[in-house]
């Protein structure tokens, strides 16, 4: 079993700021991509920033400039430094990872989703 845990998000007034913080945990052999999804009300889920083992990293352009991803591999942590936030930015924020686990599955993972909620 692997399990992905987020913390950090809340209500902030548009312009605030917020870190999200995500700790995966368990069968945990290596991780490859880690990245940061949001769904707003009535919207699909969408990518918000990603990043490789390496430490390349994609964002979606609506947060380019605004959103800095990080992570901590020793710490199997991944990190979403979120800037000058919008009301637009108000979503539930899920984190994903890819896992190579010690039982030679490879899988998908996904957090439980931590509330993003932006005053204007």
């Known amino acids: 079993q692997v399990q992905l845990v987020e913390s950090g998000g809340g209500l902030v007034q548009a312009g605030g700021s917020l870190r999200l913080f995500c700790a995966a945990s368990?069968?945990?052999?290596?991780?490859?991509?880690m990245g940061w999804y949001r769904q707003a009300p009535g919207k699909q889920r969408e990518l918000v920033a990603s990043?490789?083992?390496?430490?390349?990293?994609n964002y979606a352009d609506s947060v380019k400039g605004r959103f800095t991803i990080s992570r901590d591999n020793a710490k199997n942590t991944v990190y979403l430094q979120m800037n000058n936030l919008k009301p637009e930015d108000t979503a539930v924020y899920y984190c994903?990872?890819?896992?190579?686990?010690?039982?030679?599955?490879?899988?998908?993972?996904w957090g439980q989703g931590t509330l993003v909620t932006v005053s204007s």
């Open positions: 994903n990872a890819y896992v190579d686990t010690t039982w030679l599955k490879y899988l998908e993972v």
């Open positions: 990043i490789t083992s390496g430490g390349s990293t």
């Open positions: 368990g069968s945990i052999f290596s991780i490859n991509a």
